[in-house]
């Protein structure tokens, strides 16, 4: 989409140059000299970037500009604003960025820089507009669409494989770090299936004593223990013709995986007490962060079981293995976040911030993510952009810093030299890319993976 620009400034000749020289770059050129002819321009072109310089008419006093600025982005909050300043209003329009301009250029304009500012704005509006479209698309089918967005090559592969298993009634396990997004992954693929229209139960088998998880899932007659004053179904009669999703359940006591092996077999369940077996049509999604293959070799995971429950296994990468996913996953969560804060503006994450973010790891992942954004909204205290102060303190430590470790010594052999100046290099990118792993590793010509293990060889974090 070509993308509008509207230039208000009172000097033509001033609005001449800008307009070819923006024209040139692809954009679409409006103009306005004073205030009314603006938001008549701001209106009949919805223009969503504005070049506007503060000295305005009656008065030719920054305070009018500042006034239009204010009625622009309480009419399209939306708005790329970019004040001009002369050099004794730079308080003023720092002012009006805290209030929601985008950002502020001192008198006289490079053309450079404006082409620079107005790029970035314009990829910032490319980048909100992919949210909310993934957002509206997502959310609309599936609800939470969190664990659903993003367009790196793990994310999604695992996302076309769990579409191709939907409509199957084959089990599907998977696997992931803590925080990846598993119970949504399930959701989606029950969405996606023939049994949408059926219950999904979700339970947590780690979470449960054994003895309270069997009668959850398998349910209970009355008498078949102390409490048990009456029938109880269990779940797996509850979401019959449905999807029973079992999180964890590497956490699974080995009595209750002979159990669960059973209806994986025969379609059979036995309640707690009960003389008869019942059958049911259930499908089972299982999940867990822990490797059922090492279970399986320690005999703590029975290894028919995990056949049964492996039908078609869906990994999950970590959010530090999606390269280019942060900021529309970062902004999403920023939106979602202005739920829990009354009266926070549209807020955007500054390129500082959105560095920082970019050179963490995220052990937590998508969950980890999520709570970093609600910190910084609240840090912000109703300011339009998330900058680097706002982050919690983890996040806006440095990039390793070079150390004498990095020097060979005196009569070092040519592996040792070798080795000294990877280490010097390696050092040397992750500074230049204030610590961003990703961007350290293609200056490198390294992959991220590749990255990491030499770092870890080198002692470098």
């Known amino acids: 989409m070509t993308e509008t620009v509207l230039l208000i400034d009172d000097d033509p000749g001033f609005r001449d140059a800008y307009r070819e020289l923006l024209a040139q770059?692809?954009?679409?050129?409006?103009?306005?000299?004073?205030?009314?002819?603006?938001?008549?321009?701001?209106?009949?072109?919805?223009?969503?970037?504005?070049?506007?310089?503060?000295?305005?008419?009656?008065?030719?006093?920054?305070?009018?500009?500042a006034a239009l600025a204010d009625k622009i982005l309480a009419e399209r909050p939306a708005a790329k604003v970019i004040v001009v300043s002369g050099a004794g209003e730079t308080p003023l329009a720092l002012r009006l960025v805290e209030r929601g301009a985008y950002?502020?250029?001192?008198?006289?304009?490079?053309?450079d820089v404006l082409l620079a500012v107005v790029a970035r704005a314009a990829a910032r509006l490319a980048l909100e507009d992919r949210v909310t479209e993934l957002e509206r698309s997502l959310t609309a089918r599936e609800g939470d669409a969190s664990a659903l967005l993003g367009q790196s090559p793990a994310f999604l592969e695992a996302k076309t494989l769990c579409e191709r298993a939907a409509?199957?009634?084959?089990?599907?396990?998977?696997?992931?770090?803590?925080?990846?997004?598993?119970?949504?992954?399930?959701?989606?693929?029950?969405?996606r299936s023939r049994r949408k229209d059926k219950p999904f139960i979700a339970v947590n088998c780690g979470a449960l004593a054994p003895t309270l998880l069997e009668s959850t899932l398998f349910g209970h007659k009355?008498?078949?223990?102390?409490?048990?004053?009456?029938?109880?179904?269990?779940?797996?009669?509850?979401?019959?013709?449905g999807t029973l999703f079992l999180d964890e359940i590497g956490d699974m006591d080995p009595a209750l995986q002979v159990k669960l092996l059973r209806v994986l077999e025969t379609g059979e369940i036995l309640p707690v007490g009960a003389a008869r077996p019942l059958t049911v049509d259930v499908r089972i999604v299982s999940a867990t962060h822990r490797s059922l293959e090492s279970m399986v070799a320690s005999k703590t995971f029975r290894d028919d079981l995990y056949?049964?429950?492996?039908?078609?296994?869906?990994?999950?990468?970590?959010l530090a293995d999606r390269v280019g996913d942060l900021p529309l996953l970062a902004q999403h969560f920023l939106n979602l976040s202005r739920a829990l804060v009354p009266r926070s503006p549209?807020?955007?994450?500054?390129?500082?911030?959105?560095?920082?973010?970019?050179?963490?790891?995220?052990?937590?992942?998508?969950?980890?993510?999520?709570?970093e954004m609600q910190r910084a909204l609240v840090m912000a205290g109703g300011r339009g952009e998330i900058l680097e102060?706002?982050?919690?303190?983890?996040?806006?430590?440095?990039?390793?810093?070079?150390?004498?470790?990095?020097?060979?010594?005196?009569?070092?052999?040519?592996?040792?030299?070798?080795?000294?100046?990877e280490r010097r290099e390696i050092a040397a990118a992750l500074r230049a890319t204030q610590g961003?792993?990703?961007?350290?590793?293609?200056?490198?010509?390294?992959?991220?993976?590749?990255?990491?293990?030499?770092?870890?060889?080198?002692?470098?974090?």
């Not at 950002?103 to 053309?111: G, Q, R, S, T």
């Not at 807020?347 to 970019?358: D, F, N, Q, Y």
Request: aromatic content about 4%; charged content about 25%.
């Open 25 to 65: 770059e692809g954009y679409a050129v409006a103009e306005a000299g004073a205030a009314p002819k603006a938001l008549a321009e701001l209106r009949r072109t919805s223009a969503r970037l504005v070049v506007l310089d503060l000295m305005l008419p009656p008065s030719g006093r920054p305070e009018e500009g």
């Open 103 to 111: 950002d502020f250029l001192a008198k006289p304009v490079d053309p």
């Open 167 to 191: 409509p199957t009634d084959v089990p599907v396990l998977i696997t992931g770090e803590s925080g990846t997004g598993k119970e949504v992954f399930a959701r989606y693929l029950h969405a």
């Open 222 to 241: 009355k008498g078949a223990f102390t409490s048990a004053i009456k029938d109880a179904p269990g779940l797996f009669v509850e979401v019959d013709g």
């Open 307 to 318: 056949w049964r429950v492996r039908g078609i296994e869906i990994g999950l990468p970590r």
């Open 346 to 371: 549209a807020t955007a994450i500054s390129p500082g911030a959105m560095r920082r973010l970019e050179a963490c790891d995220w052990p937590g992942n998508l969950r980890e993510l999520r709570h």
């Open 389 to 421: 102060e706002d982050l919690s303190p983890a996040r806006r430590g440095g990039a390793p810093a070079a150390s004498p470790g990095d020097e060979p010594a005196e009569g070092a052999t040519l592996e040792e030299k070798i080795a000294a100046l």
């Open 436 to 461: 961003n792993k990703s961007q350290a590793a293609a200056r490198l010509g390294l992959s991220r993976q590749g990255l990491l293990n030499k770092m870890d060889r080198h002692g470098l974090k």
